[in-house]
């Protein structure tokens, strides 16, 4: 028995020192998540790991939601699930799972830990958003588990996160404690209904870091027995790998009591931990019931073979060039309001807001002036045609989502000043609340392919056939 293979550290490209990695899987650990890197950076590095581990097999993961482009500058950013969401279409999601487990595993990642099913039904939710795939749970369940078809038919691991469901809270758990106050008939019928849909095609459930007190009022999810064994493995009869979110975020308070809770409580797979040597030294000082870790080492052994039943394609052949990104922009882009059209001698007049990240809005700029727009950045004057654009999205360790009260302000100004007007959400869709513009464009990605369609319906060459997968 190896207690050491239970814990599955964090490597950040950039930031984690390659030879304390090299360590660590010389010490046995089960795996490794991975956090940025190029194509080459990772597939070099995921095979140093595996070359330096005694085991004869571990596991390399990573958070790849949206496509391997959320963390690698060489990858595509796919669309995100709330696009997916507004497409309401199976067969996208199903492509989506099968382009992200091909290019995952072409680097040597086995495991994308993914899909969020959590519920999009809380505005202030600083860290799910577009994550989801919607606030309905049939929909949620349809879509994510096509998503999921698509994983395994790729050849890639999946996990269900975050049991049992984080979508009404209004905390970001890697910075608190998040709360779910809902009654335990409520959590049946709604967060855990994909949860409950989905189990038997999950190779792993994520329990979330979060405290459910219909549940159990003293330990969150992810070191709860009430949670993991009574409800997930007896009431709901999952026998498959359990995993801890990432240890390293700060709900749970002292990470080596947390990772022994979390063992005890029915996890198999501590992940992440934010001081990985002392959570080994600590872990093996301890007296642990032997089956407790010979169930553990089970867990990794079958996730183990079902990683090598499909064989990775070649990193050319899964980079290759798709229009699927585009297609579902084609699908995905909902219009709320009055028309807004552009036609070619016109000025629009554009206003920048939320763009924490720096994000280009080239893209969209360019289709407009391609097909004779004049876009000019709005300073204040007086505007014929405006189109505010907001970019804000969720962010690990934020904290909130919505634009500031500032921003508010100059949007509500800027749209007073303007003739005609439309209010373009690249990302976080509740930012047109209370904003009275006379239309709204929802694209729920800032990628560039979703800029083009979002310029491409300004100008009345296409429409903007989504739903709205969630409630303003």
């Not at 996990?159 to 959590?187: M, W």
């Not at 070191?223 to 390293?248: N, P, R, Y």
């Not at 394609?313 to 028309?339: K, N, V």
Request: hydrophobic letters at 40%; charged letters at 20%.
């Amino acid at each position: 028995m190896n207690i050491n293979r239970l814990v599955h550290p964090g490597f950040w490209f950039g930031k984690t020192d390659k030879e304390e990695a090299l360590q660590l899987a010389r010490l046995g650990v089960g795996g490794f998540c991975l956090y940025g890197g190029t194509r080459t950076e990772v597939a070099s590095l995921t095979q140093a790991l595996r070359a330096a581990s005694p085991h004869k097999r571990i596991l390399i993961s990573a958070d790849y939601e949206d496509g391997l482009g959320r963390w690698l500058p060489d990858a595509e950013l796919l669309p995100s699930n709330l696009a997916l969401g507004a497409a309401d279409d199976e067969n996208l999601a199903f492509e989506k799972g099968l382009l992200t487990a091909r290019q995952a595993k072409s680097i040597g990642v086995d495991w994308v830990f993914a899909p969020v099913v959590d519920l999009a039904d809380r505005a202030d939710n600083p860290i799910v958003n577009t994550r989801s795939f919607g606030a309905d749970p049939e929909r949620v369940t349809r879509l994510a588990g096509a998503f999921m078809d698509g994983l395994s038919k790729g050849g890639a691991l999946n996990s269900l996160k975050h049991f049992p469901g984080h979508g009404n809270t209004g905390t970001d758990s890697h910075l608190a404690l998040p709360v779910l106050l809902s009654t335990k008939q409520h959590i049946w019928e709604h967060e855990l209904v994909p949860f409950r849909r989905l189990l038997d095609r999950a190779d792993c459930v994520m329990a979330g870091h979060l405290l459910v007190p219909a549940l159990d009022e003293q330990n969150p999810a992810s070191v709860s027995q009430a949670v993991l064994q009574d409800l997930l493995q007896k009431e709901m009869g999952f026998t498959g790998c359990i995993s801890t979110d990432a240890l390293c975020m700060k709900a749970l308070g002292n990470e080596k009591q947390a990772a022994l809770a979390a063992l005890f409580a029915g996890a198999h797979v501590l992940l992440v931990p934010e001081k990985p040597f002392e959570l080994l030294k600590f872990l093996n000082s301890q007296t642990l019931p032997p089956k407790l870790i010979t169930r553990a080492e089970q867990m990794q052994n079958l996730l183990c073979a079902r990683a090598d039943e499909v064989l990775p394609q070649t990193q050319a052949a899964a980079f290759a060039p798709t229009d699927f990104s585009t297609r579902t922009a084609h699908r995905a882009l909902t219009w709320r309001g009055a028309p807004f059209t552009l036609s070619p001698g016109e000025t629009l007049h554009y206003l920048s807001v939320g763009n924490d990240e720096g994000l280009s809005a080239a893209p969209f700029l360019r289709t407009l002036e391609a097909n004779g727009i004049v876009a000019e950045s709005f300073h204040g004057q007086p505007a014929e045609k405006l189109a505010v654009l907001c970019w804000r999205r969720y962010q690990a360790y934020k904290g909130k989502i919505g634009l500031e009260e500032g921003e508010t302000s100059l949007i509500k100004k800027a749209l007073s000043s303007s003739q005609e007007n439309v209010v373009i959400s690249f990302a976080n869709p509740w930012t047109v609340r209370g904003l009275n513009s006379d239309s709204q464009l929802f694209t729920f990605s800032p990628s560039a392919v979703f800029q083009q369609a979002a310029a491409e319906v300004l100008l009345g060459h296409r429409t903007a056939p989504g739903k709205l997968p969630i409630s303003l």
